[in-house]
């Protein structure tokens, strides 16, 4: 029920590594690309909160390609209940270029980029992947890897953290 109600939020280790490199403060605005499911979203959201202010200053925009996926991080990101959050649902290799409210652009002080991988990382806790897996499979993925680095390039401010 700690988990149901965010107050906890499970998590690999080697998960919660990506988010506390980025530093994020409260002011900051910080896009999670590739965000399903969303324990790294949540995290990122958690640490806008650490100031002790109810409502930071900076949000969480977190993204997920697929709706289905989207739909789970957005349950996750609700069970936290901070207003500091929104859900897209878009292609993260065109995310739009977004706008402030005096015509200028709006650019991320944080990106994190937790690409789509061949999922090789896993295979100590899934060791039938071995016989799967293929040299192919990973290459595959390169040029979507690298278009999404470049849009999270796109994206973040001068001085920013990717």
């Known amino acids: ?25 409260s002011e900051h605005l910080v896009l ?10 949540s995290q990122l959201l958690e640490m806008l909160h650490w100031s002790g202010e109810s409502i930071p200053d900076g949000a969480i925009v977190a993204n997920e390609l697929s ?3 989207a739909e789970v991080l957005a349950h996750q990101l ?3 209940g901070s207003p500091a959050a ?3 649902n878009v292609d993260a ?11 200028e652009p709006l650019l991320f002080d944080r990106v994190l980029a937790d690409v789509p991988c061949s999922g090789d990382g896993t295979m100590r806790k899934h060791p039938t992947i071995w016989g799967r897996w293929r040299p192919r499979e990973a290459l ?6 690298f278009t999404l680095l470049c849009r999270g390039i796109d994206l973040l401010k ?3 953290r990717l």
């Open 140 to 145: 595959g993925l390169h040029h979507l890897q």
């Open 93 to 103: 290799s065109f995310f739009p270029n977004l706008i402030d409210d005096v015509g």
């Open 67 to 69: 709706a289905k996926r």
């Open 1 to 25: 029920w700690l988990q149901d109600c965010g107050a906890i939020t499970r998590q690999e280790a080697v998960s919660m590594i990506p988010p506390l490199c980025l530093d994020v403060r």
């Open 78 to 80: 609700g069970r936290i």
């Open 32 to 41: 999670d690309m590739c965000a399903a499911p969303g324990s790294k979203a």
């Open 158 to 160: 001068v001085g920013g």
């Open 86 to 88: 929104v859900v897209t």
